[in-house]
Nanobody, 125 residues
Framework: QVRLVESGGGLVQAGGSLRLSCAAS????????MGWFRRAPGQRREFVAA????????SYADSVKGRFTISRDNAKNMVYLQMNGLKPEDTALYSC??????????????????WGQGTQVTVSS
């Protein structure tokens, strides 16, 4: 079992930045591809970014590429999402997920094994 707890969400003006954190209560997350997903009210869950367990390769949704950066610190069992240049359309509940030995470019949320409860990000115009 892996428990994931997100933090760092909040209210920010358009153009601002936030850094989301995901703390994993596992022996280690070295063997997990870690992902961030988001869900806006009335919308389907959307892939945001993933970082592979192998070589820390990263993948991003086109809508956030160049603005968001995913990273991980396996020694601390932490995953981060640095969000710059935030837009009102980035407003959503952001959730962290873990996929055991997941694919490098794992964008399918159904493939993830564990999920956090999420942290709300609200971007005002």
């Amino acid at each position: 079992q892996v428990r994931l707890v997100e933090s760092g969400g909040g209210l920010v003006q358009a153009g601002g930045s936030l850094r989301l954190s995901c703390a994993a209560s596992a022996r280690n997350i070295d063997n997990y591809t870690m992902g961030w997903f988001r869900r806006a009210p009335g919308q389907r869950r959307e892939f945001v970014a993933a970082i592979s367990w192998r070589n820390d390769l990263t993948s991003y949704a086109d809508s956030v590429k160049g603005r968001f950066t995913i990273s991980r610190d396996n020694a601390k069992n932490m995953v981060y999402l640095q969000m710059n240049g935030l837009k009102p359309e980035d407003t959503a509940l952001y959730s962290c997920a873990a996929n055991f030995y997941g694919a490098t470019n794992q964008r399918n949320g159904d493939q993830y094994d564990y999920w956090g409860q999420g942290t709300q990000v609200t971007v005002s115009s």
